[in-house]
T-cell receptor
Framework: NAGVMQNPRHLVRRRGQEARLRCSPM?????VYWYRQLPEEGLKFMVY????????ESGMPKERFSAEFPKEGPSILRIQQVVRGDSAAYFC??????????????FGEGSRLTVL | GESVGLHLPTLSVQEGDNSIINCAYS??????FIWYKQESGKGPQFIID?????DKRQGQRVTVLLNKTVKHLSLQIAATQPGDSAVYFC?????????????FGTGTRLQVTL
C-alpha cells in the first residue's frame, strides 16, 4: 500500500509565476490536510479537504492560494503570483476518516518550493 | 518582508541514555495529544498518542505523559539510539467534530551522540 505521494518534491519558481503542488492520499483515504513548514519551524495548518469539498481553509491566505480535491485525481494546492515569502516545504497528510478520537495523520515527503 | 525562522531547541543525548522531550500545549479543550517524529528531509511520522482522560501511555521504547493541570506533555524515549535523531513535534487535536485538525507545536531537535 503506497503512502501519501507528493509531487514535485522540489519546485523552483520566479516571483510572479504559479506553483502547483499535487498530493495523492493513501488508498482508501478521503480526507486531505495541507500544512506549510518554514525552515526550523513547526507545521502550520493551511486547509482541510474531503472529496470535492473544502472543510476548513482557515489557515490559508485569502489571496493567491487555493486548494481542491476533485472526485478523481490528486489534491492540488495552487499558489498564484508567488513571492519569496512563499518559499517553504508544503506537506500533505491524509486520513481514512475524520480526526475524531485519534491523532494519526499519514504525511507525504513534502514539496519544497523555492521562489527566486 | 522576509520572515526569519526560529532556531529549534535542541536536546543532546548520549546513545543508550533516556531522552525526555517536553511540550506545552495551549488549548485546555483538546482531547487528543500526539507526538510526531520528523527526520531530515522527510515528512512527519506518527509515534504515539494519548487521550485527555489518560495521564500515561506506553509504546515500544516510548512513553507519553500528560499533565492537564499545567497543560504539559512529555515524550520519553528509553535507550536512545542514533536512529532516534530527528525533530519531535507535539500536536493537539481539539476534536471539534467534523472539522477536527491537528495543531503542531514548534518542535525539539534530538541529537544522539555516540
Amino acid at each position: 500500500n503506497a503512502g501519501v505521494m507528493q509531487n514535485p518534491r522540489h519546485l523552483v519558481r520566479r516571483r510572479g509565476q504559479e506553483a502547483r503542488l499535487r498530493c495523492s492520499p493513501m488508498k482508501g483515504h478521503s480526507h486531505v490536510y495541507w500544512y506549510r513548514q518554514l525552515p526550523e519551524e513547526g507545521l502550520k495548518f493551511m486547509v482541510y479537504l474531503q472529496k470535492e469539498n473544502i472543510i476548513d481553509e482557515s489557515g490559508m491566505p485569502k489571496e493567491r492560494f487555493s486548494a481542491e480535491f476533485p472526485k478523481e485525481g490528486p489534491s492540488i494546492l495552487r499558489i498564484q503570483q508567488v513571492v519569496r515569502g512563499d518559499s517553504a516545504a508544503y506537506f500533505c497528510a491524509s486520513s481514512p476518516r475524520q480526526l475524531r478520537n485519534t491523532g494519526e495523520l499519514f504525511f507525504g515527503e513534502g514539496s519544497r518550493l523555492t521562489v527566486l | 518582508g522576509e520572515s526569519v525562522g526560529l532556531h529549534l531547541p535542541t536536546l543532546s543525548v548520549q546513545e543508550g541514555d533516556n531522552s525526555i522531550i517536553n511540550c506545552a500545549y495551549s488549548n485546555s479543550a483538546s482531547d487528543y495529544f500526539i507526538w510526531y517524529k520528523q527526520e531530515s528531509g522527510k515528512g512527519p511520522q506518527f509515534i504515539i498518542d494519548i487521550r485527555s482522560n489518560m495521564d500515561k501511555r506506553q509504546g515500544q521504547r516510548v512513553t507519553v505523559l500528560l499533565n492537564k493541570t499545567v497543560k504539559h506533555l512529555s515524550l520519553q524515549i528509553a535507550a536512545t539510539q542514533p536512529g532516534d535523531s530527528a525533530v519531535y513535534f507535539c500536536a493537539e487535536n481539539p476534536n471539534t467534530g467534523t472539522a477536527s485538525k491537528l495543531t503542531f507545536g514548534t518542535g525539539t531537535r534530538l541529537q544522539v551522540t555516540l
